[in-house]
């Protein structure tokens, strides 16, 4: 057994999720990050996509990327996991539920292929709708702005999502409110990363201390 972790992080948008891994990399500068909207984007654009970048995609999503497209690039990350996890601890971040202009799409993984990625611990990133409001409205970076209705949402689609994905797996799913500070919740996460029980460990002493 690798005494590296595999996470799949995920969470609306939104939630944290790039920026809190970019300092999470900058603590760690030997963490494998795949980050899957950037994937995406080249993925896309080598296929000849007329893609400018990953704020277009956000913005067009469904009209751009096809589950066809979607599935293939799972191929890929299936096999940068395999790999990396081997070297370092690997992150991939990630969404399935995606907002389109009739509602909502989701392009899951199905059980055997999660299965196969064998993530040790799912992490997952939400914020009240609020503030995902507040965010979007802040940067939008591609992001259509969306109701409060619509964030909860997304939010819960996400997190239903996350839990199914823990169940196949049978690996824990950790739920992270990411309105905090953001260098204590990375904090937190680098904790995790420790070794495979430390954290655990330091979690249970905190709790009955």
């Avoid at 900058?26 to 893609?51: K, M």
């Avoid at 589950?67 to 293939?72: K, L």
């Avoid at 992150?91 to 040790?120: C, I, M, N």
Wanted: charged residues 25%; proline residues 3%.
């Amino acid at each position: 057994m690798t005494a590296f972790k595999a996470i799949y992080v995920t969470g609306a948008p939104a939630s944290g999720k790039s920026s809190t891994m970019a300092m999470l990399k900058e603590r760690i500068p030997e963490l494998n990050v795949w980050e899957y909207g950037a994937r995406l984007t080249s993925f896309l654009q080598e296929r000849g996509a007329a893609l400018t970048n990953q704020d277009e995609l956000r913005s067009l999503s469904a009209g751009m990327a096809t589950p066809a497209d979607i599935n293939a690039l799972d191929d890929q990350l299936l096999a940068w996991m395999r790999h990396n996890r081997q070297t370092g601890h690997s992150v991939v971040d990630s969404h399935s539920v995606t907002k389109e202009e009739y509602g909502f799409r989701v392009t899951a993984f199905s059980a055997e292929r999660f299965r196969q990625l064998a993530p040790d611990e799912i992490w997952l990133f939400y914020v009240e709708p609020e503030i995902t409001s507040e965010r979007i409205a802040r940067n939008a970076a591609g992001r259509p702005m969306i109701s409060l209705e619509e964030a909860r949402i997304h939010n819960a689609s996400q997190a239903s999502v996350a839990c199914t994905y823990g169940i196949v797996s049978g690996c824990p799913v950790y739920m992270f409110d990411t309105n905090v500070d953001q260098e204590k919740l990375v904090d937190r996460l680098a904790r995790r990363l420790k070794n495979r029980n430390h954290a655990e460990q330091e979690e249970f002493r905190n709790a009955a201390g």
